[in-house]
């Protein structure tokens, strides 16, 4: 229904550029290749290539495909998304992150690929960033202090004073732990509901 004036159409593709009628080359939906994943990546490269990175949806493994998410027939969303949003179309695997939530983070409302790319990335867990640099984005003037990005912070303690003229004082405790807004899961050390929260007090997504 939605072939006329998708992207595809437009871009003067044929039916023929991913199925052969004359061959069952693929195990279903006559395909020009033998999967749905190689039919779309003769033209797709790069999106093969995202799926290669350290972290990245089980596309190659062969456990989903890009029509789970996408319809290359065309669709009603840009870029031929299979639902009405981005978050729909995560939300049918991704159930839980639906909510609803007591306590909504907004970005999350708003949409995943705030904070994660839909393909692959080489941060962990599909991050567009790594933390706390993706949470600092928008969270630049907290109540946390806003110098924790010094030397003495993340090397605990044991920073010169010639990276960080402005600021001896954190200067002159070298031994000290490293910091756990910088260290392992970093801001999710405590904010660790970051997708929304039920708990009473959960405001600040730390339960
Ligand atoms: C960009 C690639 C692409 C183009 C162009 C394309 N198709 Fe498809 N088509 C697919 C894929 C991939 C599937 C398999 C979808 C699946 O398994 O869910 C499919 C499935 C189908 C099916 C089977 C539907 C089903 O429910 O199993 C039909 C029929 C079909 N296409 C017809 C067409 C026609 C007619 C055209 C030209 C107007 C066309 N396709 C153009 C990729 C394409
Ligand atoms: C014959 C080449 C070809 C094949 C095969 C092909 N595409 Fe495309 N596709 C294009 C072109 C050309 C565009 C236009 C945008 C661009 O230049 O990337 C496009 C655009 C798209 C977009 C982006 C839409 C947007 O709004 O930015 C998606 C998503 C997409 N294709 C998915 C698929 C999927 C899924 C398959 C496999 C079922 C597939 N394509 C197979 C050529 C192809
Ligand atoms: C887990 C769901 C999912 C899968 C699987 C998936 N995509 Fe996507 N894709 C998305 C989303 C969401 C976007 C929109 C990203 C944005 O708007 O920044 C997107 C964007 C695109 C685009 C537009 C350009 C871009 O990269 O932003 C192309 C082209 C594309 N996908 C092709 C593919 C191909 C080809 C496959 C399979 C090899 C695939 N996708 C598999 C969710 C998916
Ligand atoms: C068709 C089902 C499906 C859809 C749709 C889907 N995912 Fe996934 N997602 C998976 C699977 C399967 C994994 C791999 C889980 C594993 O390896 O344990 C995964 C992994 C992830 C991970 C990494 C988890 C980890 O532990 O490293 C993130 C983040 C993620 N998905 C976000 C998204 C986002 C954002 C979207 C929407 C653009 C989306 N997913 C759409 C099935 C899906
Ligand atoms: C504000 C940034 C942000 C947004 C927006 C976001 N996420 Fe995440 N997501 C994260 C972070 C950070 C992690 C890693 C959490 C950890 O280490 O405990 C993560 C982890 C995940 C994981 C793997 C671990 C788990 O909790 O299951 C999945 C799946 C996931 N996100 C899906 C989604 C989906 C679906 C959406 C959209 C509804 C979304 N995310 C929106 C920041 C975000
Ligand atoms: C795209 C921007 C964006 C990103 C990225 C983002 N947030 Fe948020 N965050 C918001 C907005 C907007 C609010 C709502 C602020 C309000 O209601 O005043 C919020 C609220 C919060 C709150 C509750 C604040 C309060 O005053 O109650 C916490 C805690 C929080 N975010 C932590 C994080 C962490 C940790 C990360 C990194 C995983 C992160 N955020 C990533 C935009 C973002
Ligand atoms: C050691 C635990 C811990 C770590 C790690 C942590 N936070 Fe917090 N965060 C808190 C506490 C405690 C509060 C105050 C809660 C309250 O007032 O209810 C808070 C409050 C917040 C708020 C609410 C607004 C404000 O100004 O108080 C935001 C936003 C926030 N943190 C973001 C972050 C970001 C971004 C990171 C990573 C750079 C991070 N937090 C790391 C414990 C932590």
Redesign the pocket.
Known sequence: MHWEGSIHATNHLACSDCHNPMEKASVNSLLAKQSI?ET??QC?Q???H??MKRSH?P?LEGK???V???NPHGTVT????KADS?ND??YTCHAEKRGPFIWEHAPVRESC?NCHF??GSNQDKLLRASRPQLCIQCHFATNHPSILYNSSMTQGGGGSILNNPGNAVANINPGAANNSRVMGRSCQNCHSMIHGSNHPAGQRFQR
Do not use: A, K, T
């Open positions: 994943v779309c990546v797709h790069q999106q093969r995202e799926f949806m596309v989903m495909s890009c789970d998410c996408h840009r870029p031929l998304l981005v179309v995560c690929i839909p393909h």
